[in-house]
């Protein structure tokens, strides 16, 4: 990558420069910009401004695990906006930068030990991207954040044509890896609004005619989804109302647009199943969106079961729709019936008959549902498109800043899948099914299907190869009775607590024994 010279001197910023820096609403961050866009060349100061224009949007907050209590935020929060306006990708520029800057505080954030870190994953992720494999990703992204966020927000900031200057070879491959690894993980960290722009990226250079045609589509349709939009705003308000008569607390989540990136990326999945493009953005039923959180009635908090409370809440707000809209409301009860990834919601999709409008719907849900479709299992980076080795390892490793972020403690995230066990005794056959984590090993499913490791067994795999989704272990009485060592293995490598308990008891069991 190119590297830029720093001026020897102060330069004088452009108009559009000082309109984009009095927008920023910290004074501190403000102050910090504005010294810095002083000290760079027009172009890498344009570059800056942009990335972090794209961080400020997508509200920037500290993803990194953090060791006890953070002290000031807003510390963490500069380092990485300053980190966006840096013009080069190495350790050494806030060095550089810091002999010319007269504010020492922002020279001391700069140097600090987390921006340097920061710099050199942002400088070996830009090389990664253009002539790495899928592979080499694993060696850096479970390293500090700071560097993979400025990464995503440079990428964000290419389409269609940004400052940075690219061929359209390099256009494509850059795309496909911003839909494939950096959204999916915007996703994981609670970015929607930058998942949704690394989608664009993609598309851009290696779909134009579907970009060009939803952003056509989308500008047709824009009034209509304002007009949507203010209509539903009204209608919540109605329902917030009728609700605390019934002596609710509840929160409120309202979307008034979905994202263009995250409307293509739908597009494609719907072309499979035989839709046009035209058709998935005009039938979109969720074009205006807003999710109901129910908490607690009186003193009694909303539990799953308790399905009268929701049918409540269901029939209050398809009066408040019916009253106001021409409407047929389509419901779909998946807290009675979830998904197969453990998804549960009330789903109430509006199909408006009145031209003025378009499409939205009301999901009503409690907090665990709320939490799980956003951090668990149902999480949308684990379904769309994110559902990959890669994706997953960074998942796990920065689980515990998502339920840090959440204020919530740390909850496993659960990638399950069903395995079988057939127990063969003589003429008599036994057929059990347990839950297995990616990763887990065949003699876990034994463990835990309750199968005595200490008898005398024969399987027809080795307790310690990985389990395969959709498969089996067949179990015959007659063998070897499992050696002491594979037990210790089990009772180390175990992923369940369950599993693991049970290893060390038949471990205890052998050693008595002897």
């Known amino acids: 990558m190119e590297k830029a010279t720093l001026p020897p001197q102060k330069r004088r910023l452009g108009k559009s420069i000082e309109r984009r820096i009095k927008r920023i609403k910290s004074p501190r961050l403000r102050r910090a910009v504005r010294e810095l866009a002083e000290l760079l060349p027009p172009e890498a100061a344009h570059r800056g401004i942009s990335r972090l224009q794209v961080a400020l949007e997508n509200q920037v907050v500290e993803v990194e695990k953090v060791e006890g209590e953070v002290k000031d935020r807003e510390d963490i929060n500069m380092k990485l906006a300053l980190l966006c306006f840096l013009p080069q990708p190495t350790p050494r520029t806030p060095h550089q930068l810091c002999r010319r800057l007269k504010n020492k505080e922002i020279g001391r954030l700069m140097t600090s030990q987390r921006v340097t870190d920061g710099l050199e994953v942002y400088e070996r992720l830009s090389y990664i991207d253009i002539y790495g494999s899928r592979e080499d990703y694993l060696k850096v992204l479970h390293r500090p954040s700071l560097g993979l966020l400025v990464r995503m927000f440079e990428l964000a900031t290419l389409w269609p044509v940004g400052d940075f200057k690219m061929s359209e070879e390099i256009g494509e491959k850059i795309g496909r890896r911003a839909k494939a690894i950096y959204s999916p993980l915007a996703d994981l960290f609670g970015y929607r609004r930058l998942a949704g722009d690394l989608y664009l990226v993609h598309y851009y250079y290696n779909d134009r005619e579907r970009y060009e045609e939803v952003m056509e589509i989308l500008n047709y349709m824009k009034d209509k989804i304002e007009s949507t939009a203010r209509c539903v705003e009204a209608m919540l308000k109605s329902i917030e109302e009728e609700m605390k008569k019934r002596n609710y607390q509840f929160r409120i989540k309202m979307r008034t647009k979905k994202h263009p990136g995250k409307i293509m990326e739908?597009?494609?999945?719907?072309?499979?199943k035989g839709l046009m493009v035209e058709q998935t953005v005009q039938l979109l039923h969720d074009h205006v969106a807003a999710t109901l959180i129910l908490e607690k009635k009186g003193r009694r908090e909303v539990t799953q079961d308790r399905q009268n409370w929701f049918n409540e809440v269901a029939n209050i707000v398809r009066r408040v729709v019916k009253g106001g809209l021409r409407c047929k409301i389509k419901r779909e009860d998946m807290i009675s019936n979830p998904k197969p990834n453990g998804y549960q919601s009330l789903h109430l999709d509006i199909e408006v008959k009145d031209p003025r409008y378009c499409n939205f719907e009301i999901i009503i849900r409690n907090r665990q549902m709320e939490n799980y479709a956003e951090r668990g299992g149902a999480a949308h980076h684990l379904y769309k498109g994110?559902?990959?080795?890669?994706?997953?390892?960074?998942?796990?490793?920065?689980h515990d800043v998502l339920a840090r972020r959440a204020g919530k403690r740390r909850k496993p995230i659960s990638h399950n899948f069903s395995y079988k066990v057939v127990i063969k005794r003589g003429e008599k056959v036994e057929e059990r099914k347990v839950s297995l984590r990616e990763g887990a090993l065949v003699g876990?499913?034994?463990?835990?299907?309750?199968?005595d490791l200490t008898q005398p067994i024969k399987a027809n795999h080795s307790l310690l190869q990985p389990a395969q989704k959709s498969g089996k272990v067949e179990v015959i009485d007659g063998g070897k009775a499992v050696g002491r060592a594979i037990l210790e293995i089990l009772a180390r490598q175990a992923r369940t607590?369950?599993?693991?308990?049970?290893?060390?008891?038949l471990l205890r069991k052998v050693n008595k024994r002897k």
């Open 266 to 272: 739908k597009s494609e999945r719907y072309e499979r």
């Open 386 to 398: 994110g559902n990959s080795g890669i994706s997953r390892q960074v998942a796990e490793h920065y």
């Open 444 to 451: 876990e499913a034994l463990l835990l299907s309750g199968v």
């Open 497 to 505: 607590p369950g599993a693991r308990k049970r290893a060390e008891e």
